[in-house]
């Protein structure tokens, strides 16, 4: 069994800065890609950042200088530092991880139940 488990998150003014944390946990040989991803109401989920083992990052474009995601290899954790929030990223946060099992083969994605974070105006 694999696990994601999510924490941070919650209600913070425009302006203001929060940060997400991602556990990783269970049956785990290897993780590649970490990351985050959201999803505002009537939206579809959307790429936040993603960062690869060896420490590549990609941000998406309307988050870019504002957002910082990093991992810790040793604990399995992957964050997102979040600052200068606008209304607009009001959503769902939901952190992602391609994991390889013990004693398998290929690598396969794994989703966290999603942390809400709000911004106020």
């Known amino acids: 069994q694999v696990q994601l488990v999510e924490s941070g998150g919650g209600l913070v003014q425009a302006g203001g800065s929060l940060g997400l944390s991602c556990a990783a946990s269970g049956s785990i040989f290897s993780i590649n890609t970490m990351g985050w991803y959201r999803q505002a109401p009537g939206k579809q989920r959307e790429l936040v950042a993603t960062i690869n083992s060896g420490g590549s990052t990609n941000y998406a474009e309307s988050v870019r200088g504002r957002v910082t995601i990093s991992r810790d290899n040793a604990k399995n954790t992957v964050y997102l530092q979040m600052n200068s929030l606008k209304p607009e990223d009001t959503a769902v946060y939901y952190c992602?991880?391609?994991?390889?099992?013990?004693?398998?083969?290929?690598?396969?994605?794994?989703w966290g139940q999603g942390t809400q974070v709000t911004v106020s105006s």
């Open positions: 992602y991880a391609s994991i390889q099992r013990n004693g398998a083969r290929v690598f396969v994605g794994y």
